[in-house]
């Protein structure tokens, strides 16, 4: 599985972004799902992960309620959308996938098998 994602940029607080990332190869839907991000000069840190299958959802809590994860089969993409974005929320995110995940791990990022590049994010006025 190669991941690509994209949809970073520049927006004011309280702004929307939608983070798209499309998988070459098997379903993604297939796979358990996630985003992280990194801020300068801190250590990465997990945003949501979601396994497809059993349908469960993990958000971390900063961002319950302002973030998305979703998915389009055919399009064989996941996408991140992020409401009421924040300063804070200013980082590289990127998407992975994973196998034979269980719920309590899905914030584990050594457990995913496959990284896609990341987006910037920049939450500025």
């Known amino acids: 599985v190669q991941l690509q994602a994209s949809g970073g940029g520049l927006v004011q607080p309280g702004g929307s972004l939608r983070l798209s990332c499309v998988a070459s190869g098997p379903i993604l839907s297939d796979y358990t799902s996630g985003w992280f991000r990194q801020a300068p000069g801190k250590e990465r840190e997990f945003v949501v992960g979601?396994?497809?299958?059993?349908?469960?959802?993990r958000y971390a809590d900063d961002v319950k309620g302002r973030f998305t994860i979703s998915r389009d089969r055919a399009k064989n993409t996941v996408y991140l959308q992020m409401n009421n974005l924040k300063p804070e929320d200013t980082a590289i995110y990127s998407c992975a996938a994973g196998q034979r995940m269980i719920y309590s791990n899905l914030d584990v990022p050594s457990l995913y098998n496959y990284w896609g590049q990341g987006t910037l994010v920049t939450v500025s006025s």
């Open positions: 979601i396994r497809w299958g059993a349908g469960s959802t």
